[in-house]
């Protein structure tokens, strides 16, 4: 089942939060940049315009732009209907092939995540299945690995279906957990590995080399044919 054509160079597109430090987004940024890339980031979709995400999407020289989640009106804040559709608009405009969430913090609409079926990722900062799910972000997730005792933590890069931190497990990367370790320690070493992880994933989507199979996604040494 190819997920992504290779006769096409893959135009991704980031989507971040209004509190986005961008690290991930710049991680990708800056790899699809580099001579062997065949992937190109078309825009970075952020859902406020005062983001650090953004401005450092703009000091790069990628296109971006901003639609709000969320509409203010005189009875106050409502869902804003016309956010999936869109979205889509966008994501048609710059002809994106793969989606990759850095940083956003929010379900997807359906309409969105129904078009960009298995094209849409994710980089969480823990091991799923463990530590995931809402509210499960930032420092929350090293606290709780530390309350846990594990002795271990890492990354996860998966595919996005319409719940939190759930869709098929694409890669991740362990870390250990010391025995001095804060939380700032932990999360300090697994943002270095989500920054390794998160574009080795998306090369491998651009290669056409992520063969989904149920729950499990097979990483092949040879693309997938067309
Ligand atoms: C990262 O820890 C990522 O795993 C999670 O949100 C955080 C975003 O950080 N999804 P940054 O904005 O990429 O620095």
């Known amino acids: ?4 054509s290779t006769a096409h160079p893959l135009k991704i597109a980031i989507f ?19 001579e062997l ?18 401005e450092r999407a703009r000091e790069s020289n990628i296109q971006t732009t901003v639609v709000s989640p969320i509409k203010k009106t005189a009875a106050g804040n409502v869902e804003n209907s016309d956010y999936g559709a869109t979205l889509l608009r966008i ?8 989606i990759c969430l850095a940083g956003y913090m929010r379900i997807l609409p359906p309409i969105v995540v129904e078009e960009f079926e298995n094209r ?5 900062p823990a091991l799923l ?16 690995v530390l309350a846990s005792g594990m002795k271990i933590a890492g990354c996860t890069v998966h595919f996005v279906d319409q719940h939190y931190d759930n ?20 999360a300090a070493r697994v943002l270095k590995a989500e920054h390794k992880t998160y574009p080795e994933a998306v090369q491998l989507f651009a290669q056409n080399r992520l063969q989904i199979r149920g729950r499990r996604v097979k990483i092949l040494t040879i693309a997938l044919a067309d």
């Open 16 to 34: 971040v939060s209004g509190q986005s430090r961008g690290s991930n987004m710049q991680s990708l940024i800056e790899d699809c940049k580099s």
């Open 120 to 124: 849409i990722m994710n980089i969480h």
């Open 167 to 186: 869709g098929p497990i694409i890669m991740q990367t362990v870390v250990p957990v010391l025995d001095e370790d804060e939380f700032g320690d932990l």
């Open 37 to 54: 890339s065949i992937a190109s980031v078309g825009v970075v979709i952020g859902t406020r315009s005062d983001s650090r995400a953004l």
């Open 91 to 98: 994501l048609r405009k710059y002809d994106i092939g793969l």
């Open 129 to 144: 299945p463990l530590f995931g799910g809402q509210g499960m972000y930032g420092e929350n997730v090293h606290k709780a």
């Open 1 to 4: 089942m190819p997920t992504h």
